[in-house]
């Protein structure tokens, strides 16, 4: 996990001319090859399936016309199939371990795809990387596996925070917050109006409530700790941890008590609606949004809790590995090199809902305010983590989701929660 850390400080000056990402989830890479020793010109022969976690309508549409562009050029053919995303997340140890494997997969970079290369489960494409010469050096050392080789091809990466329709706020006569404190007024404004204050969506999608623990534990404890603490170096029940839950208990009253039946994808109808008031979520909501309504969206950055603990920013980086038992090296190379395009990765912002600021230098992003801002808010940072499972492992995201959910119904049973937690990580870090 350490390993990637100085990519995370170099990717944050490199922010403003690499273009990085900053949504859901899309594509990106470049230069196909034959061998290991240098890029090749294409000619592969088979298909190539594409096995797609993005499943919302807007970023399924847009995978699907990326596809499309490939096979019009001729220099290879590929499908893609669309998988629920709570599936996939399930079922992507089983494809990578399944005896005929789909060829590439979205996913995440970091520490999660570091851990599917140790098993040796993950395609070698550092010589796809031999073209990717005017990538920075962050996603470099955040596509790079313990041993040295480039196992990952990243899209974009995105920002997370606490969104809201600003005709709402206007409505309810509240203005972001910057501090704790100033939060929870807003919440209590909200509230006033009868209004949930906090959407969450937990139901088949509990790994948003991990966005909760990362972002109090880096505004409490500070990104160093948080990332060794997702490393195994520190322990869930440790007194720096209940401190966490001790914040977000000040903020339990104020979530939608309905948000926990359902998932996030109708908790961003809720806020749309105007049946909740702010919900903290990343930027891919965006497209499970109608198009009109993006106009009146904004957000503000997880409020400062301790002045003295530097600024960290959740900023998850997507895109795409590949299964070390393609039958089909060549092709999935080729196709990864048109995904590395900034043709590719321009289409993709046009037909998805444009809040990404694609990984291709060169590649045009939406000149929107919301992405301005967001992109401003990332270069601020002292810091940027991945995510829960990102800075960690796809295996340990399910003791969060139990030590969260729990934590949400339960909030006298911390101590035996932690204790839980700890456990549970025992066994995934053992394993």
């Known amino acids: 996990m350490t390993d990637f850390d100085p990519g ?30 240098g890029p090749a010109s294409g000619g592969a022969s088979g298909s190539v399936t594409l096995q797609s976690n993005l499943s919302s309508p807007q970023a399924k549409t847009a995978i699907e016309k990326l596809i499309d562009g490939f096979n019009k050029q001729g220099k290879g053919t590929a499908t893609v199939n669309t998988i629920a995303s709570e599936t996939f997340r399930t079922q992507l140890p089983t494809y990578l371990t399944s005896a005929n494997p789909p060829d590439l997969y979205t996913w995440y ?13 993950l395609l070698d494409v550092s010589d796809v990387w031999q073209g990717l010469g005017e990538y920075p050096q962050s996603l470099r050392t955040l596509s790079t596996d313990a041993s040295g080789k480039q196992v990952f091809v990243p899209m974009n990466n995105y920002w997370w925070g606490f969104f809201y ?11 972001e917050p910057k501090t704790w404190a100033e ?3 807003v919440c209590e404004t909200i509230k006033g109006k009868g209004i949930p204050p ?43 941890v209940k401190a966490v839950f001790g914040k977000w208990r000040e903020a339990l009253p104020y979530f939608d008590p309905k948000g926990k039946a359902y998932p996030f994808q109708e908790a961003t109808t809720a806020l749309l609606a105007g049946k909740t008031g702010m919900f903290l979520i990343g930027t891919f909501f965006a497209d499970a949004a109608p198009k009109d309504a993006l106009g009146d969206l904004d957000f503000f950055r997880f409020p400062i809790i301790d002045p003295a603990v530097p600024v960290a920013e959740e900023a998850p980086t997507d895109g795409f590995f590949a299964s070390a038992k393609t039958a089909n090296p060549t092709g999935t190379k080729a196709l990864l090199t048109y995904l590395a395009s900034a043709q590719a990765q321009e289409e993709y912002v046009k037909s998805s ?28 940072a002292a810091e940027l983590t991945q995510f829960f499972n990102r800075d960690s492992s796809d295996a340990l995201q399910p003791t969060a989701d139990t ?29």
């Open 403 to 431: 030590a969260l959910t729990k934590f949400m119904d339960k909030p006298d049973q911390i101590d035996a929660i932690l204790r839980e937690w700890q456990a549970g990580a025992e066994k995934v870090f053992k394993g």
């Open 353 to 380: 809902s444009g809040i990404v600021l694609p990984a291709h230098p060169k590649a045009k992003a939406s000149d929107s305010p919301l992405v301005a801002k967001g992109k401003a808010m990332l270069e601020s």
């Open 198 to 240: 906090i959407g969450i969506g937990l139901g088949d999608t509990p790994w948003v409530a991990s966005a909760w623990f990362d972002y109090l534990n880096i505004r409490v404890n500070g990104a160093p700790f948080h990332r060794e603490l997702l490393a195994g170096k520190q322990r869930f029940d440790d007194p720096k």
């Open 109 to 121: 970079a970091g520490s999660v795809a570091n851990d599917y290369a140790s098993k040796n489960l």
């Open 165 to 175: 329709r600003k005709s709402n706020f206007a409505k309810w006569g509240v203005q």
């Open 8 to 37: 995370r400080r170099r990717l944050l000056g490199h922010l403003g001319l690499a273009g990085l990402g900053v949504l859901g989830a899309g594509p990106l890479l470049s230069a196909c090859a034959s061998s290991a020793s």
């Open 183 to 185: 939060f929870l007024n």
